[in-house]
């Protein structure tokens, strides 16, 4: 695994945020949280994948403050059944499991936020993918948005100069966005997302890869929509650059994957990391460290929720 050297930013979000910021008030909160996650990927290594999408969800949508984890209330409705996140989305109850572990050692102190930010390095980690130093010190939001959830998340059939506006907006480079993609080289994906490119003749794939995957996928909507692929057909459980190899190859799952790699402006990128996979694990670190630095509540603002699921006035 790569530990990334990552020099502080100067920006208010990190400034108020820092890698120590429990260690007086919850010491035990990092190695509880990674052995929670550990636990969680040995039950299903799948998990991993789930956990690094969570924290992805949840920092692109009002920012990281683990909004994605409420459940609907008379006053909002949640960003879980939005189209982005529903029977998509997964790891809740994992969180929720850390989440009461950490109350009974250190009541009102760790934010579910942070949790989840700590719980996608974990993951990572426990794929033998890259590891990073979590900045800490979020606060959780006492309100979530469907209708921003909708708005502002990526779709799987994005065309690349929309992927890269989307990032662009959450202050991520293009680099950040294919590293971030990287992510892809675990998990799993519905076929649901990827019955358009493997039954279009005319879409920019591999017929070989298209024919495997259509064995599990069958043409006619609504029918195995849930039947599930691996992203990465060659090493499913594996962190490794063998998405960006796949890509070269025209082997790319979802389309929002294989427009990276398609003629584009990022068509170097991808190269560079197919044949590099430590440049690869190097930026994944550093982009995930940005990505978690998304609009933190801090301070004042916000809440340390006593349960993930719902605001305190609530729970």
């Not at 790569?2 to 007086?24: G, H, I, K, V």
């Not at 992510?183 to 799993?188: C, N």
Request: charged fraction near 20%.
């Amino acid at each position: 695994m790569l530990l990334a050297s990552l020099l502080l930013f100067t920006s208010p979000a990190e400034a108020q945020l820092s890698s120590n910021f429990y260690d007086s008030t919850c010491p035990t909160a990092l190695t509880t949280i990674r052995s929670g996650i550990q636990a969680a990927v040995r039950t299903e290594q799948r998990m991993a994948a789930s956990l690094i999408r969570l924290h992805f969800h949840d920092c692109f949508v009002q920012g990281c403050d683990a909004s994605i984890l409420l459940d609907d209330t008379p006053s909002f409705t949640g960003e879980r059944t939005a189209r982005p996140n529903a029977n998509s989305v997964r790891g809740y109850e994992v969180i929720d499991d850390v989440k009461s572990q950490l109350e009974s050692q250190c009541p009102g102190v760790v934010s579910c936020a942070d949790i989840v930010a700590v719980a996608a390095r974990d993951a990572s980690e426990a794929v033998n993918g890259p590891t990073w130093t979590v900045n800490l010190g979020r606060r959780d939001s006492t309100d979530a948005s469907r209708a921003a959830a909708e708005s502002d998340l990526p779709g799987f059939n994005d065309p690349l100069d929309r992927l890269v506006e989307r990032f662009d907006t959450k202050g991520l480079s293009a680099r950040d966005m294919v590293a971030l993609s990287g992510s892809h080289t675990i998990g799993q994906a519905r076929c649901a997302t990827f019955r358009g490119r493997i039954h279009n003749n005319a879409s920019d794939i591999d017929a070989d890869f298209a024919a495997t995957r259509r064995q599990q996928c069958p043409s006619a909507a609504g029918n195995g929509n849930d039947n599930l692929a691996p992203l990465d057909l060659v090493t499913p459980n594996s962190f490794d650059n063998n998405y960006f190899r796949n890509l070269v190859e025209r082997r790319g799952l979802l389309q929002s994957d294989q427009v990276l790699f398609s003629g584009g402006s990022t068509d170097g990128i991808v190269d560079e990391y197919s044949r590099d996979p430590a440049a690869f694990s190097s930026d994944f670190a550093a982009a995930m460290v940005r990505m978690g630095d998304i609009e933190p509540l801090t301070g004042s603002r916000g809440e340390v929720r006593r349960v993930c699921t719902a605001v305190n006035a609530a729970a």
